[in-house]
């Protein structure tokens, strides 16, 4: 890991081919997550846990001592989460070599990326992450923020929806992205485009919102 933070990313994991060494309990948590994303997930283990065994996940038995590095370059993402420590960053030391992404969950610093602890829905999504040192901290601010957004979650998503409506009309009203990037700020921020979301009044602010648009396309 670089003295540098890492750069986050949201990705697509569905063109991922996903390999996880390690069939117990870190390996099994990490290739279900990632299985939610992804069919392309394969596991190498000599022993699978049971909701392993109980998973549609490619499965493959066999020592992750013997694998050979062509055998790594079939995949894009790595997880080394086997009981051997020093295999662990063996291989993901390999893996980096090879450009590929790797996470080792038993020791953070060998990794090139990150698994974060996060929440998604339609409209949004939320990662958090303490670089390896406590994936309960992570949780509890996680929590934390959810908690705070409890009570705003309906406006919070009328928010969304409506902003991405409004991108919707100013990339057919507006040519110039500088303009359009100016008028966002402009109408996130006009109090009167607030109020009617705050009131559940969606058209209404939308209304509001080509107004402001039109001031500038006159």
């Known amino acids: 890991m670089s003295n540098l933070p890492y750069f986050p990313v949201i990705l697509d994991l569905e063109k991922f081919r996903i390999l996880v060494i ?19 997930v394969t596991v190498i283990s000599e ?50 070599k090879l450009g590929k992404l790797c996470n080792n969950p038993t020791n953070p610093e060998d990794s090139n990326f990150i698994v974060p602890i996060f929440y998604s829905d339609e409209n949004y999504e939320i ?26 979650k309906d406006f919070v998503n009328l928010l969304t929806n409506a902003m991405a409506r409004v991108k919707e009309i100013a990339k057919k009203k507006i040519n110039d992205p500088s303009l359009r990037f100016t008028l966002y700020y402009k109408i996130f921020y006009d109090k009167l485009f607030s109020d009617f979301l705050i009131n559940g009044k969606y058209n209404e602010a939308i209304n509001r919102a080509e107004e402001i648009m039109n001031e500038y396309i006159k």
């Open 22 to 40: 390690g069939g117990g309990k870190v390996g099994s948590k990490r290739a279900l997550k990632f299985h939610k994303y992804s069919k392309n």
């Open 47 to 96: 022993n699978f846990s049971e909701d392993l065994l109980n998973s549609p996940i490619e499965k493959i038995k066999m020592n992750a001592e013997n694998l050979s590095e062509d055998f790594l370059k079939r995949y894009d993402i790595i997880v080394t989460a086997t009981n051997n420590k020093e295999l662990n960053s063996k291989l993901c030391d390999l893996a980096k």
């Open 127 to 152: 990662a958090v992450t303490t670089y390896g040192k406590s994936s309960l901290v992570s949780e509890f601010i996680l929590n934390e923020i959810l908690d705070n957004l409890s009570h705003k």
